[in-house]
């Protein structure tokens, strides 16, 4: 079945550092990746949606120049969170689309864990 | 615009008890709907899915069925496990290729 990569599972910085997350499809082609963070007890903020090859939109609110998200690739997109400080410590989460007209419903990266110190 | 409006938790249960958690959606058009899971400090795994009205959809004992009349797809359990404890989340895609959208989750704590 389709199985996304994410990584790492958790990470820990320091305030003003910048962390880099990433989303691999291992044994699919998805044409487009979904970032989502989730908060303590709370459901899933789409955060951005990225085609690959091409600039990603960003939902309202969310700023685009701290969450740097690049789609390179057909199996990679990466999620950078620059300057980060302790409001941006959440859960991260991406899930990958395979572009064949599937509404069977999206495949999940096991997320990221990010704490800011 | 489209939304999925989920019941509130927790839900407390005793093992082997019935479970529903109650989901209900607006959209416009035919929404595909689904159920995900999601165990403490994972990511979401898909439960079960129905893509038009009056499917069922059905998963380690667990249904929910497509109701267009009532824009429900209530979770349904007979009997729950300890190991069933987890947040589930019920979600819609309006079209392919367009992001899920998510109910604020239901947080499931059952005791043996």
Same mark, same amino acid.
């Given at each position: ?12 910085? #320091?305030?003003?550092?910048?962390? #880099?997350?990433?989303?691999r ?5 998805? *044409?487009?990746?979904?970032? %989502? ?10 955060m951005?949606?990225?085609? !690959?090859?091409?600039? =990603?939109? %960003? !939902? ?5 120049d ?8 057909l199996?990679?997109? *990466?999620? *950078?969170?620059?300057? =980060? ?29 990010? *704490?800011?110190? | ?15 082997? /008890?019935?479970?529903?958690? +109650? ?17 403490? &400090?994972? &990511? ?14 059905? +998963?380690?004992? @667990?249904? $929910? ?7 429900? @797809? ?11 404890s /987890?947040?589930? @989340? ?8 367009? $992001?899920?959208?998510?109910?604020? &989750? ?7």
């Amino acid at each position: 079945g389709a199985v996304v990569s994410q990584h790492p599972s958790w990470v820990i910085c #320091k305030s003003g550092t910048s962390v #880099k997350i990433e989303c691999r499809s291992l044994d699919f082609q998805a *044409t487009t990746m979904f970032w %989502y963070r989730q908060f303590p007890k709370q459901s899933l903020m789409l955060m951005a949606t990225s085609n !690959e090859g091409s600039k =990603a939109t %960003y !939902e309202q609110g969310v700023e685009k120049d701290k969450f740097l998200i690049n789609h390179a690739s057909l199996t990679l997109s *990466t999620l *950078t969170v620059t300057s =980060a400080h302790p409001e941006d410590s959440s859960f991260y989460i991406c899930s990958a689309d395979r572009g064949q007209g599937d509404v069977d419903g999206y495949t999940f990266g096991s997320g990221t864990r990010l *704490t800011v110190v | 615009g489209d939304s999925v409006t989920q019941m509130e938790g927790p839900v407390t249960l005793s093992e082997e /008890a019935f479970l529903t958690i +109650n989901c209900t959606y607006t959209a416009t058009g035919y929404p595909s709907l689904f159920w995900y899971v999601q165990y403490p &400090g994972e &990511g979401l795994q898909l439960l079960l899915k129905a893509t038009k009205a009056d499917d069922k959809g059905s +998963n380690k004992g @667990f249904e $929910a069925t497509y109701r267009k009349e009532t824009t429900s @797809f209530h979770l349904e359990k007979g009997s729950v496990q300890v190991s069933d404890s /987890a947040v589930y @989340f019920c979600a819609l895609l309006r079209a392919a290729g367009t $992001a899920l959208i998510f109910g604020k &989750g239901t947080t499931l704590s059952v005791s043996s």
